[in-house]
């Protein structure tokens, strides 16, 4: 099976900005989590959805948003991009809630 | 509240020397504990979760609750293991996990020859 894809790989965009993010999970797969991957704060829990519902959000401020299509595909936004948005946004699949999840390559965003 | 330290940023070692990479948590309820690996170049991966209780790559990880801990360890180190360590930890409620997956700071661990 192929493994998570996330487009783009490579991203850069100017503060005030808005920028979207896409997640393949791997098929069959029907959770999708997203993560921020900073050298200071390292890995941190965006949201989760399954099913097209969020399931979980983690502590970021609203400009943060996600959904989630019937075909389990996911697409992460940003709003109103900031300099400490730049990261490396990564996408992970999971059969199912709460198994195992298998992580993308993720996405460079560089806010200039 | 969870969460989930790494104690050491780097780990030194030599060929075939004893590795232990130690993870400690802090969780209220049944935590599920997960090692992932990130080699050079590459993709985060599953290395180890507690619930399977395998060796993969001649790494071991056992869940002590009384200390809660979950330290990663091997017995000889191979060139080939020098990689990203990332302890992680999920909720666990009534039999499933929840999708949240919580990450210690990571340990970078270096085999020299």
């Known amino acids: 099976k192929a493994g998570v894809t996330q487009t783009p790989r490579y991203l850069i965009k100017t503060r005030g900005q808005q920028v979207t993010l896409s997640c393949s999970p791997i098929?069959?797969?029907?959770?999708v989590s997203w993560y921020q991957q900073t050298p200071g704060q390292g890995l941190q829990f965006l949201f989760e959805y399954f099913s097209e519902t969020q399931r979980n959000k983690g502590n970021f401020p609203g400009r943060f948003s996600g959904r989630q299509f019937s075909n389990s595909r996911s697409e992460m936004n940003v709003s109103t991009l900031e300099l400490g948005d730049s990261a490396l946004y990564l996408c992970?699949?999971?059969?199912?809630?709460?198994?195992?999840?298998?992580f993308g390559p993720g996405t460079r965003l560089t806010v200039t | 509240a969870q969460r989930v330290t790494q104690p050491e940023k780097l780990l030194s070692v030599f060929k075939g020397a004893p590795v232990e990479l130690k993870c400690n948590y802090s969780?209220?309820?049944?935590?599920?504990l997960f090692w992932y690996v990130q080699y050079s170049r590459q993709r985060l991966q599953l290395l180890l979760r507690h619930i399977s209780r395998e060796s993969i790559k001649g790494f071991t990880a056992d869940l002590n609750k009384g200390e809660t801990s979950f330290h990663l360890k091997k017995p000889f180190a191979q060139e080939e293991d020098s990689a990203m360590y990332y302890c992680a930890l999920s909720g666990n409620a009534g039999g499933t996990s929840y999708g949240k997956l919580t990450f210690g700071q990571g340990t970078i661990l270096t085999v020299h020859p």
């Open positions: 098929s069959g797969h029907r959770s």
């Open positions: 992970a699949s999971s059969p199912r809630e709460g198994t195992v999840q298998y």
């Open positions: 969780y209220s309820g049944s935590p599920e």
